[in-house]
């Protein structure tokens, strides 16, 4: 079975700085690793996602994470912070076999920047 | 374009009282997902549709829960005989068919069973 852990259910960080949140998975299989972030009363919007290639991913609005096999992790990073950012945000992995369409999610990290 | 709608936004409803939840997903999507969300946790996974075929039920928590899709478009949850752990926000997600297609998620129903 899979599992997502996410270190922190809250981070604040103060506008301009670093925002770093971590993600580490269990899987039996290899991953497709996905973030999304979850604005208040919207749905969850996809970040960015690692499916194959290149380990390094990039996404919307700044944010960048890495697949680190090795660490089993997939934290998520953006070099500054802004008020914008302020929001839930949510790892989850498939496996990359016949449930692949399966997501499991991390509890969450709730980011709080500020001014 | 419009996204994935669902209704109601909110539903309270008392213990042992059946409710059903929609989702519109966006058109052309084939696949249809069900979700929950209990308060600070991750979201569960439900129920996936491929179609109106439902290939994987794992996540439905109880045969009180059950559900339905018509016309490869909007979708029903039920749940018969409403509990108090039931409470919870319900989300549903549609993609394109494939194996790492983008899911869009639908802003939820927060159900709270009293």
């Known amino acids: 079975a899979q599992s997502v852990t996410q270190l922190g259910s809250h981070v604040s960080v103060s506008e301009g700085a670093l925002v770093l949140l971590r993600c580490n998975y269990s899987?039996?299989?290899?991953?497709?690793l996905f973030w999304y972030v979850q604005y208040p009363n919207q749905g969850l919007q996809l970040l960015l996602k690692?499916?194959?290639?290149?380990?390094l991913v990039k996404g919307i609005n700044g944010f960048e994470a890495e697949f680190k096999k090795s660490e089993t992790s997939f934290h998520l990073t953006k070099p500054s912070a802004h008020m914008s950012d302020a929001a839930e945000y949510f790892c989850?992995?498939?496996?990359?076999?016949?449930?692949?369409?399966?997501?499991?999610f991390g509890k969450g990290t709730l980011l709080t920047v500020n001014p | 374009g419009a996204g994935v709608s669902q209704s109601p936004s909110n539903k309270v409803t008392e213990k042992g009282k059946d409710v059903e939840l929609r989702c519109d997903p966006i058109?052309?999507?084939?696949?249809l997902y069900w979700y929950r969300q209990r308060l600070g946790q991750g979201l569960e996974f439900l129920i996936y549709?491929?179609?109106?075929?439902?290939?994987?039920k794992s996540g439905l928590p109880s045969d009180r829960f059950s559900a339905e899709r018509t016309g490869e478009s909007v979708s029903t949850l039920t749940i018969q005989r409403t509990q108090q752990e039931d409470s919870a926000v319900y989300l549903c997600?549609?993609?394109?068919?494939?194996?790492?297609?983008?899911?869009?998620f639908g802003p939820g129903t927060r159900l709270t069973v009293l």
């Open positions: 058109s052309g999507h084939t696949a």
């Open positions: 899987s039996s299989v290899p991953p497709y």
């Open positions: 997600a549609s993609s394109d068919y494939g194996p790492y297609n983008e899911q869009f």
């Open positions: 989850a992995v498939s496996d990359s076999g016949g449930s692949n369409y399966k997501l499991t």
């Open positions: 690692y499916t194959t290639g290149a380990t």
């Open positions: 549709f491929q179609g109106n075929s439902a290939p994987d």
